[in-house]
């Protein structure tokens, strides 16, 4: 997760994570950059372990956007 900011930066996205639950993110995105947001996010949580810990099964990131929390009202 902490590898998260660099790589948005990187991509020339402002994605900015809002919060960490455990294994959960919440991202603020503009509608602009969310396709070109979730593949990145999902990259780079996906190769969280790497390369400190090689795991011997794939580790499977879900990224998907959801509703405006103020349109979720």
């Known amino acids: 997760m902490t590898r998260v900011e660099d790589a948005l930066a990187a991509k020339k996205l402002s994605a900015q994570m809002l919060l960490q639950v455990h294994d959960e993110l919440i991202f603020e995105v503009p ?6 947001t979730l593949p990145v ?25 959801a509703k405006n ?5």
């Open 41 to 65: 996010v999902q990259h780079v949580m996906q190769d969280a372990p790497f390369p400190a810990v090689l795991l011997s099964v794939p580790l499977h990131v879900d990224a998907r956007a």
């Open 69 to 73: 929390w103020d349109e979720a009202h």
């Open 31 to 36: 509608d602009a950059e969310v396709e070109a």
